[in-house]
C-alpha cells in the first residue's frame, strides 16, 4: 500500500524577539528542520503561514526572502499558505513572487493525498478579527466540491471554533484565533462530498 509522508512547519516567525517568540533563532530553527526533513523520506512540505513577524515593508521583504532561501534548499516539493504576519505589510502576490510558489486557493494532488490549500483572507485587526471576504466561502465549497476523495483541508486560521481556554494569546481575544463565519465554514465541511482532515497552525481536527 502507497504511503504519502507530510511534513509539517507553522509560525516561523523569523524576525524580532518578543516575550513569546524567539524570533531571532528562527531561521537557524528552519535550517535544521530543512536539514532533517532532506534526510528522511518525504514526499512534499507543508508550510501553514506566518513565516516571519511584521515590521515593515521593506524589512518584511528581507525576512521572507530569508525564509524562501531556506526553503529553496528543500528537496522535497514544498506548498505555501500565508498568515496574517505574512500580508500585514506585504500583497499575497508579494509573498508568491517571494516564495516563488503560489499561496492562493487551490486542490493539489501530493503523492495518493488530496490537498485543498484554503487561502482565504487572513488581515487581522484588533476591532474586526478574522472576517472572511465575499468570496472565501465560494471558493472552499467549490473546491470541495471537486473530488470525493478523502482531502486534507490546509488554512493559517484553525476551522474548529475550539475553545481558547487558558491560551496565552487567544483567551481574552477568541476573535483573533477562528472566523467570525467560523459556523458557515463548519456547515460548508459538513456538506462536502469528501472526508475531511483540517490542518491549521499547530491544530489538527477530523470530520
Not at 8 to 30: F, K, M, N, W, Y
Not at 126 to 139: C, E, I, K, Q
Not at 145 to 163: C, E, I, N
Amino acid at each position: 500500500m502507497a504511503t504519502t509522508r507530510i511534513a509539517v512547519i507553522a509560525d516561523i516567525h523569523h524576525g524580532r524577539d518578543t516575550p513569546t517568540e524567539r524570533g531571532s533563532v528562527a531561521l537557524q530553527l528552519l535550517e535544521r528542520f530543512v536539514t532533517e526533513v532532506n534526510a528522511e523520506d518525504i514526499d512534499a512540505v507543508i508550510d501553514l503561514g506566518d513565516r516571519i513577524s511584521d515590521e515593515d515593508p521593506e524589512r518584511d521583504r528581507l525576512l521572507q526572502s530569508d525564509v524562501a532561501m531556506c526553503f529553496a534548499k528543500l528537496a522535497p516539493t514544498h506548498h505555501h499558505v500565508s498568515g496574517n504576519h505574512d500580508v500585514a505589510l506585504l500583497s499575497l502576490a508579494d509573498n508568491e513572487a517571494i516564495l516563488d510558489r503560489p499561496s492562493g486557493s487551490r486542490a493539489v494532488i501530493v503523492g495518493d493525498v488530496r490537498c485543498v490549500f484554503w487561502q482565504p483572507d487572513v488581515s487581522l485587526t484588533p476591532t474586526r478579527g478574522f472576517r472572511l471576504s465575499a468570496s472565501d466561502l465560494d471558493a472552499l465549497v467549490q473546491l470541495l466540491a471537486q473530488d470525493d476523495r478523502p482531502t486534507l483541508l490546509v488554512s493559517h486560521v484553525p476551522l474548529s471554533g475550539h475553545a481558547q481556554t487558558g491560551n496565552y494569546y487567544f483567551e481574552a481575544n477568541p476573535g483573533h484565533a477562528a472566523y467570525a463565519e467560523t459556523d458557515a465554514i463548519r456547515a460548508a465541511i459538513a456538506d462536502a462530498p469528501c472526508p475531511i482532515v483540517g490542518l491549521a497552525g499547530m491544530f489538527i481536527g477530523i470530520r
